[in-house]
């Protein structure tokens, strides 16, 4: 089944807004958009009196060559979180559609299912003996769902989940749904990424986001990689000049080959302060559990979550208390830093007494 048949009727019939820009190319006179002729003080040559395209070319066809696939089946959107709401907007009609979440997992899944009052149905993941997986026997006993969210590497819990076991469920709920997987932190780990098996199962979509390995949090740039159908479906409903002229430019920047040379070196770089780290709290003895994850985070569990937040408060250092999440009382997510921020943490827990 074609997966856009799946989507909501009104998106379907919509004619999508048709701004300036994406009209007619930005070349020649431009008297088409109402623009200021000058540039504003401090441009640096970005031209920010235009607005921008609304999916730049170059910066298009860049992610595509760095993500192995096909332009027409990529749109770029304001951060996953954005290509998490079109999807969830463009798929489920408020008050019948169901989406599904395998808790403990990023929060953004079921916040914008609730704002379109879609129901969010949990699947839980399991842990069996120290990792943590997907309860497919649960997933497969679930009323049907337009919209199965999973998340390899999983946030916060680290764990991946097998492309099989994704492409799996994908061809399962072919017949009513779309498998959407987040890899927001795959480039930490040593999976591949399923972005080149869209084209072979069209119900899937791939989340990929510049927010983390690429340093780029602050620029709000992600992507969506779905079937051509799907990315037309979602252009509708996106905003008509969703990414910042400035941001694309300092996306592309980070795309280039030496940027990512520099990036190789930073992720071998976090790997070798992650394993310090590991083995610091590995001996620590009131660190109950550690779950590595293969991600540039951990997952901890302390006697109690609230006092080591505090603690480390206290000594200037932030960590993000998991325990409202289900099965992770009093377990706490600490990001893998800098050097130098690793010192201050390594320093804090070597005399750390909750
Ligand atoms: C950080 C994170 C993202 C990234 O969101 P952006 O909007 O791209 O910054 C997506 N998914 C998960 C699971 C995350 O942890």
């Known amino acids: 089944?074609?997966?856009?048949?799946?989507?909501?009727?009104?998106?379907?019939?919509?004619?999508?807004?048709?701004?300036?820009?994406?009209?007619?190319?930005?070349?020649?006179?431009?008297?088409?958009?109402?623009?200021?002729?000058?540039?504003?003080?401090?441009?640096?040559?970005?031209?920010?009196?235009?607005?921008?395209?609304?999916?730049?070319?170059?910066?298009?066809?860049?992610?595509?060559?760095?993500?192995?696939?096909?332009?027409?089946?990529?749109?770029?959107?304001?951060?996953?979180?954005?290509?998490?709401?079109?999807?969830?907007?463009?798929?489920?009609?408020?008050?019948?559609?169901?989406?599904?979440?395998?808790?403990?997992?990023?929060?953004?899944?079921?916040?914008?299912?609730?704002?379109?009052?879609?129901?969010?149905?949990?699947?839980?993941?399991?842990?069996?003996?120290?990792?943590?997986?997907?309860?497919?026997?649960?997933?497969?006993?679930?009323?049907?769902?337009?919209?199965?969210?999973?998340?390899?590497?999983?946030?916060?819990?680290?764990?991946?989940?097998?492309?099989?076991?994704?492409?799996?469920?994908?061809?399962?709920?072919?017949?009513?749904?779309?498998?959407?997987?987040?890899?927001?932190?795959?480039?930490?780990?040593?999976?591949?990424?399923?972005?080149?098996?869209?084209?072979?199962?069209?119900?899937?979509?791939v989340l990929r986001t510049l927010s983390k390995a690429y340093a780029l949090a602050g620029c709000r740039i992600g992507a969506v990689i779905a079937d051509p159908d799907v990315v037309d479906l979602l252009r509708r409903i996106i905003a008509p000049y969703p990414l910042p002229t400035p941001s694309v430019s300092a996306a592309l920047a980070a795309l280039t080959p030496e940027a990512l040379a520099r990036q190789q070196d930073q992720l071998a770089r976090l790997e070798r302060l992650k394993a310090a780290l590991l083995e610091q709290l590995e001996l620590h003895a009131d660190i109950k559990q550690v779950w590595p994850g293969e991600a540039n985070f951990v997952l901890v569990r302390v006697e109690d979550a609230q006092a080591l937040v505090q603690d480390a408060f206290a000594a200037g250092i932030r960590l993000r208390d998991q325990s409202t999440q289900p099965d992770l009382d009093n377990c706490v997510r600490i990001t893998v830093g800098s050097e130098e921020e690793m010192q201050t943490l390594a320093e804090f827990l070597r005399d750390w007494q909750p």
């Open 1 to 205: 089944m074609n997966p856009a048949a799946l989507a909501r009727a009104e998106i379907r019939a919509l004619k999508p807004y048709a701004s300036a820009r994406a009209l007619a190319d930005s070349a020649g006179v431009l008297l088409n958009a109402n623009e200021n002729p000058w540039p504003p003080a401090g441009d640096g040559g970005l031209a920010l009196n235009r607005y921008p395209d609304p999916q730049p070319a170059a910066l298009k066809a860049r992610l595509a060559e760095v993500y192995g696939v096909d332009e027409s089946r990529l749109l770029i959107t304001r951060g996953s979180d954005e290509g998490i709401d079109l999807l969830v907007r463009v798929f489920c009609r408020a008050g019948q559609d169901r989406v599904l979440v395998c808790p403990p997992c990023f929060g953004m899944y079921a916040l914008s299912a609730r704002v379109q009052n879609a129901d969010v149905i949990e699947a839980p993941l399991i842990e069996v003996g120290g990792q943590w997986q997907l309860d497919t026997a649960a997933v497969a006993q679930t009323l049907p769902c337009r919209l199965y969210f999973l998340c390899s590497p999983n946030n916060p819990t680290g764990n991946r989940i097998a492309a099989d076991t994704v492409l799996e469920l994908a061809r399962r709920v072919s017949d009513h749904g779309l498998v959407v997987i987040d890899e927001a932190y795959i480039e930490f780990s040593d999976s591949d990424s399923l972005a080149d098996k869209v084209g072979l199962q069209p119900n899937l979509v």
